[in-house]
């Protein structure tokens, strides 16, 4: 199932989009049933506890005429950010051997042998379509394309083998950084929260359907221009033994998200020079099995 968040009619709702370009509306199901969805996506997430079987049965088993009544066109909607509040959002840096090649922060490529990890607030979070604010102070800002993990049952000294079991699914986020201020700090917490760094969607995608995140080619456009092009199978740690590795370290909770790192291809690392965002770019990020997401940037008024 691919689950999104948009508004309709001036209502947020939650739904599955489906290959046709439908929005089966969960709201308006929940609504109309006996036995109702949960109304929002965070509680759909909760319910699942991590499997997907049991929702997906009872969807599939409605009427056909309920499940037209509840459908729209996608142009129909303004999409939004498929989670808004989640209790973590916990990213790892350095995890691609490519962009470890890249070395933009003069660590003498090496390979780390556990995840290397720092945390964004949720107030970074922004959907599919809407700007990136580049601080009128930040002269280095860039984007970094990372399939992240959506957590669906508490986790805590996860064996790499069960996992999965605890992965709701998956979707894209843009870990937009302002390197002048992360490079300058030295730790990324601050180059890495500024408002609107976190670009999420367009879906989630559920875990039984993305079956192999082990090899997804990703890839960004800035203004059509492709500027990353790689694929998972280049992580140095895979999103099991992310999650593995991070239950070790703090209960993981329904709703987290997961940033699992970025390949080559960051505007830092660009030869023969950087290229940096500017205002009025726009960055177009896809990831096999998932969609595309696309932001673009604005600059704050000093």
Not at 149 to 172: D, K, L, Q, S, W
Not at 187 to 198: C, E, I, L, V
Not at 220 to 239: A, C, D, H, P
Not at 252 to 257: G, K, Q
Request: glycine share 8%; hydrophobic share 40%.
């Amino acid at each position: 199932m691919r689950l999104v968040r948009y508004l309709h009619e001036n209502r947020e709702e939650y739904g599955v989009l489906s290959d046709e370009g439908m929005i089966i509306s969960l709201t308006a199901i929940a609504d109309n049933i006996k036995r109702p969805f949960p109304k929002t996506l965070e509680g759909f997430i909760k319910k699942s506890g991590g499997k997907m079987a049991k929702l997906e049965a009872a969807l599939n088993s409605l009427p056909e005429k309920v499940i037209k009544q509840a459908s729209m066109p996608i142009g129909d909607v303004k999409m939004l950010a498929p989670l808004i509040r989640p209790p973590k959002i916990i990213c790892l840096g350095l995890n691609y051997f490519d962009h470890i090649e890249e070395d933009i922060t003069k660590r003498g490529k090496t390979v780390p042998d556990e995840p290397v990890i720092f945390l964004k607030p949720s107030t970074t979070i922004i959907g599919p379509g809407e700007p990136i604010v580049k601080p009128s102070f930040v002269k280095q800002l860039d984007y970094e394309a990372e399939l992240a993990i959506i957590i669906g049952a508490y986790a805590r000294n996860v064996p790499v083998e069960e996992a999965g079991a605890h992965i709701f699914g998956y979707t894209i986020l843009n870990d937009v950084s302002a390197r002048d201020v992360q490079l300058k700090d030295g730790q990324w917490t601050r180059g890495k929260s500024f408002d609107t760094f976190a670009p999420i969607g367009p879906c989630i995608v559920t875990g039984n359907q993305l079956t192999n995140p082990m090899n997804l080619r990703i890839r960004t456009w800035v203004n059509g221009e492709l500027r990353q092009n790689s694929s998972t199978k280049n992580m140095v740690f895979n999103v099991y033994e992310v999650v593995h590795h991070l239950s070790r370290v703090m209960t993981l909770e329904p709703c987290d998200i997961i940033a699992t790192g970025t390949p080559s291809g960051v505007g830092i690392a660009l030869k023969p020079e950087p290229k940096f965002l500017k205002k009025g770019d726009v960055v177009t990020i896809e990831i096999e099995g998932i969609g595309v997401l696309e932001n673009f940037v604005e600059e704050e008024a000093a």
